[in-house]
């Protein structure tokens, strides 16, 4: 069945940039997403990839799509401590359902 | 501003007692979905609907019911809650298949004894 898996935690210094990936089994999905949660909220959306781009960028986040390997990453420019958060990456099937990874927990030290 | 709103936004409750959450968005999408995050799971789909009177079963049905009566609103319901129904409910929107971008509400903290 579809899976999307991702690493659990991932830490890094104020400044530097955070990639966080994820890999995916259903290669028709048209939609890539990846949200934003932080403590005691709900999903924010962060930002999402169609499935025919290779790069998204939207000013300090640049998303790569790799279709052939199914791999998808994000990228933090700049990572700030408002940054951290869990970051969840999700695929699309068929019927505009979302499959979730377990979330990235991202630990942005000063 | 359009949103989408569930309450409550945290719930005790004892095991076999039924439980509704509420979910209610102004957005008029003709998708709604609702989510359980658990540590280690991610999000998982319960139900989900396409429109007024249809619903359909998630990963994670057994145990929950929902209806769609209007646009607005997907209550979901736990028949005779469990322990293992203890979790964090996500209620989401979409506004149509063509575009799939979910807009999630706040959650319910439930907690089942």
């Known amino acids: 069945g579809e899976d999307v898996e991702q690493s659990l935690f991932l830490s890094v210094r104020e400044g530097d940039s955070s990639v966080i990936n994820c890999t995916y089994t259903?290669?028709?999905?048209?939609?890539l997403y990846w949200y934003k949660q932080e403590p005691g909220a709900g999903l924010q959306l962060l930002t999402y990839?169609?499935?025919?781009?290779d790069m998204k960028q939207d000013q300090r986040l640049t998303v790569l799509l790799n279709k052939k390997d199914k791999h998808l990453s994000l990228r933090i420019a700049d990572t700030q401590t408002g940054d951290s958060a869990i970051y969840f990456c999700?695929?699309?099937?068929?019927?505009?359902?979302?499959?979730f990874g377990q979330g990235t927990e991202l630990s942005v030290k000063p | 501003d359009a949103e989408i709103t569930q309450s409550p936004r945290h719930k005790i409750t004892e095991t076999g007692r039924q439980v509704t959450l509420a979910c209610h968005q102004t957005?008029?999408?003709?998708?709604m979905f609702w989510y359980r995050q658990d540590l280690g799971h991610g999000l998982r789909l319960i139900h989900y609907?396409?429109?007024?009177?249809?619903?359909n079963k998630g990963e994670v049905s057994d145990g929950y019911s929902v209806s769609r009566s209007n646009t607005e609103d997907l209550p979901l319901t736990l028949e005779s809650a469990a322990s293992s129904q203890t979790s964090v409910y996500f209620c989401?929107?979409?506004?149509?298949?063509?575009?799939?971008?979910?807009?999630f509400g706040p959650g319910t903290r439930l907690l089942v004894l």
């Open positions: 989401a929107s979409s506004e149509s298949q063509g575009m799939e971008t979910q807009y």
């Open positions: 259903d290669s028709s999905s048209t939609y």
């Open positions: 990839i169609f499935s025919n781009m």
């Open positions: 999700a695929e699309t099937i068929q019927g505009g359902k979302l499959i």
């Open positions: 957005w008029n999408h003709n998708n």
């Open positions: 609907s396409y429109g007024v009177h249809d619903t």
